[in-house]
């Protein structure tokens, strides 16, 4: 029997960074909430995890219990950190301030993004950006800082396997929670290829997208035939972490465009929550990440916490081709 090979695991990792000490503990205690997390999704209906909340957030959608619980489990796990001076959430309606005399990192969060998924049992994660802060009791101001400000992100995905993808502006690594309970890496450089035949999208909003967009994707779907002159597949897992690690593992790009249904609305996705990391992991993987195929959103000046874009990312040629549309 071949002996396993040995596995450098998230600690590990960490330390070769040299990392400063207080961004160690603080990646450290997300992605220890994270394994949490997991437990509390993988139980499902046998932990009563499932179902409406009864509750809206901020943003006046429905919260699932997975949602509250898993939005309690890294608030907790995080103002618990010494590290971090205070939190916000996408289920929250303002910032947490820690009680942290020495806290030097903010932590945003989407706690469990894909939250439709969750009664179906399909992929969903939570997604986490931190930044410095320049406080040491911060307030709401301090957090809107751009996504250029990252010191890093990660998210973590609860599919066939659970993992855990995360940068530190020195690349991209992902890591795989072993069955006892270890973050070890299994994916180490991830590079998402400039070129791709993948593209995810809601089509079912197809008619309410600006001009640009349905020319976009009007050539795609026309294949070999049409002006790309190459065959597309489309893809649509209705939880952007999940259509995101799909990108990191294997190319495509992902679409979440501005709609004339809300017209005053300039898109669905959280810049602080989701846009930021997901934008500097794609980025350092040598994708680009964008609100229209031209403004980086790592560029986005914040002017509100719970702040929405449009997102096109991935493969840097095919992002390129949205622009151009």
Avoid at 15 to 34: M, S, V
Avoid at 104 to 118: H, K, T, W
Avoid at 276 to 302: H, R, S, W, Y
């Amino acid at each position: 029997m071949t002996a396993r090979t040995a596995r450098t695991d998230l600690a590990a990792h960490l330390a070769a960074l040299d990392l400063p000490q207080g961004l160690a503990r603080t990646l450290t205690a997300a992605a220890a909430a994270c394994v949490e997390i997991r437990k509390i999704v993988s139980g499902g209906a046998l932990v009563g995890a499932l179902g409406a909340s009864g509750a809206v957030n901020v943003q006046d959608e429905e919260q699932k219990k997975l949602d509250v619980i898993s939005n309690d489990v890294l608030t907790e796990m995080l103002l618990a950190c010494p590290a971090v001076a205070g939190v916000a959430s996408e289920e929250m309606d303002t910032v947490q301030p820690a009680t942290n005399p020495a806290g030097e990192y903010l932590v945003l969060f989407d706690p469990l993004d894909g939250s439709s998924n969750i009664d179906i049992n399909a992929p969903v994660g939570t997604i986490v950006s931190v930044l410095k802060s320049p406080s040491a009791t911060p307030t709401e101001a301090d957090f809107l800082q751009s996504g250029r400000q990252q010191v890093a992100a990660l998210y973590c995905l609860y599919g066939g396997q659970t993992m855990l993808v995360l940068t530190t502006g020195q690349g991209v690594a992902g890591f795989t929670l072993s069955h006892d309970g270890q973050w070890l890496m299994t994916h180490g450089a991830v590079t998402v290829p400039a070129d791709t035949k993948e593209f995810a999208i809601n089509m079912s909003n197809q008619r309410h997208w600006a001009e640009s967009v349905q020319r976009y994707v009007d050539g795609c779907l026309q294949g070999a035939d049409g002006p790309r002159g190459k065959n597309f597949n489309m893809r649509w897992v209705a939880a952007m972490v999940a259509d995101v690690h799909r990108i990191l593992m294997r190319g495509g790009v992902f679409l979440y465009p501005w709609d004339k249904r809300e017209p005053n609305k300039p898109g669905k996705l959280r810049l602080m929550y989701e846009g930021n990391p997901m934008a500097f992991l794609i980025e350092q993987a040598g994708g680009k990440a964008t609100t229209d195929g031209t403004q980086a959103i790592l560029d986005v000046t914040p002017t509100a916490l719970h702040q929405r874009i449009p997102v096109a990312l991935g493969s840097a040629n095919e992002v390129d081709q949205i622009a151009a549309a």
